[in-house]
Nanobody
Framework: QVQVVESGGGLVQAGGSLRLSCTAS????????MGWFRQAPGSEREGVSC???????AYVDSVKGRFTISRDNAKNTLYLQMNSLKPEDTAMYYC???????????????????WGQGTQVTVSV
């Protein structure tokens, strides 16, 4: 049984930083590309970043230069370092494992098969 669990969300002031973590179990972690997605109230879920099994990364334009995705395969853990946070980054953040090893189809949501329950990030002005 695959389980994906996010942590690290919280309330932060604009300009601040947060580090999200995601632990996946029940799968061979380093065989999967992993992604971060977010969903704000009233909006559709959108892709934020993806990292392939080799460590190649992809980002949505709005977070480039501010967010960094990384993974520790020995710990089955995915990270998202978020710096220079803005109020528009406020959302529920989800971690997901892709149905494959690469980020070729990122940010398509349908190529990610295993999802966590999310962790809330709130950025105040």
């Amino acid at each position: 049984q695959v389980q994906v669990v996010e942590s690290g969300g919280g309330l932060v002031q604009a300009g601040g930083s947060l580090r999200l973590s995601c632990t996946a179990s029940g799968l061979t972690f380093d065989d999967y590309a992993m992604g971060w997605f977010r969903q704000a109230p009233g909006s559709e879920r959108e892709g934020v970043s993806c990292i392939s099994w080799t460590g190649a990364t992809a980002y949505v334009d709005s977070v480039k230069g501010r967010f960094t995705i990384s993974r520790d395969n020995a710990k089955n853990t995915l990270y998202l370092q978020m710096n220079s946070l803005k109020p528009e980054d406020t959302a529920m953040y989800y971690c997901a494992a892709a149905r494959g090893k690469t980020c070729y189809n990122f940010p398509r949501i349908d190529v990610f098969g295993y999802w966590g329950q999310g962790t809330q990030v709130t950025v105040s002005v």
